[in-house]
């Protein structure tokens, strides 16, 4: 393909977790995140053939203790979680942009969690619930049978995970996986978030 027809490929809307590409092409970012050395979206964006990275226009979430938010698990380590928080529809239909929460271990499950990747790994889909707001962070729980991975993807080939009693398998290599999923995972576990 020469550089003029690399050029003339059309730009492409990416959603949080897609595939943007190699990370010796494109650059981390705000809105995205690196997994094994390639980049995927940590938010709607819009990725143009030539440039680095993607382009986001979103302002960020109006949320409060209280707060109901999706988001995508960005970095896990034993203690915390970091998640993204997907954009939210307004009623005008326009995405309201993002804004970053964190997950304790001790708010992670009502179940003694060891480890934060024990329940969690980078580019589940999660719903939580906000306890409190710490400058820029909503400090996030989980601990709640409706809360959790809603949507989870094979830490081998990516491929969307389906539920099979509490166990997570993937259809694709029949690997076996656990997160601390949400009661209604498998009402999620088919979709494109």
Same mark, same amino acid.
């Given at each position: 393909?020469?550089?003029?027809?690399?050029?003339?490929?059309?730009?492409?809307?990416?959603?949080?977790?897609?595939?943007?590409?190699?990370?010796?092409?494109?650059?981390?970012?705000?809105?995205?995140?690196?997994?094994?050395?390639?980049?995927?979206?940590?938010?709607?964006?819009?990725?143009?053939?030539?440039?680095?990275?993607?382009?986001?226009?979103?302002?960020?979430?109006?949320?409060?203790?209280?707060?109901?938010?999706?988001?995508?698990?960005?970095?896990?380590?034993?203690?915390?979680?970091?998640?993204?928080?997907?954009?939210?529809?307004?009623?005008?239909? $326009?995405?309201?942009? *993002?804004? /970053? &929460?964190?997950? =304790? !271990?001790?708010?992670?499950? #009502?179940?003694?969690? @060891?480890?934060?990747?024990?329940?969690?790994?980078?580019?589940?889909?999660?719903?939580?619930?906000?306890?409190?707001?710490?400058?820029?962070?909503?400090?996030?729980?989980?601990?709640?049978?409706?809360?959790?991975?809603?949507?989870?993807?094979?830490?081998?080939? $990516?491929?969307?995970? *389906?539920? /099979? &009693?509490?166990? =997570? !398998?993937?259809?694709?290599? #029949?690997?076996?996986? @656990?997160?601390?999923?949400?009661?209604?995972?498998?009402?999620?576990?088919?979709?494109?978030?």
């Amino acid at each position: 393909m020469t550089h003029h027809e690399h050029q003339e490929h059309h730009k492409k809307i990416l959603l949080p977790g897609d595939h943007v590409g190699p990370g010796e092409v494109y650059e981390a970012s705000a809105s995205t995140y690196v997994d094994k050395d390639e980049v995927y979206a940590s938010t709607m964006g819009m990725l143009e053939e030539g440039s680095r990275g993607l382009k986001t226009h979103v302002k960020k979430l109006q949320i409060e203790r209280g707060s109901v938010v999706y988001g995508i698990v960005i970095n896990v380590f034993d203690n915390f979680a970091i998640v993204v928080l997907a954009p939210e529809k307004s009623p005008e239909g $326009k995405f309201a942009g *993002v804004d /970053e &929460g964190k997950i =304790l !271990v001790k708010f992670a499950s #009502k179940e003694y969690t @060891r480890s934060m990747r024990d329940a969690f790994k980078i580019g589940d889909i999660v719903r939580a619930k906000v306890t409190e707001i710490d400058g820029d962070t909503a400090m996030l729980t989980t601990a709640y049978p409706e809360y959790g991975v809603i949507k989870a993807f094979c830490s081998r080939d $990516k491929t969307p995970m *389906v539920k /099979e &009693g509490r166990d =997570l !398998v993937c259809p694709s290599c #029949k690997g076996r996986e @656990r997160r601390k999923m949400a009661t209604d995972y498998r009402a999620f576990g088919k979709i494109n978030f």
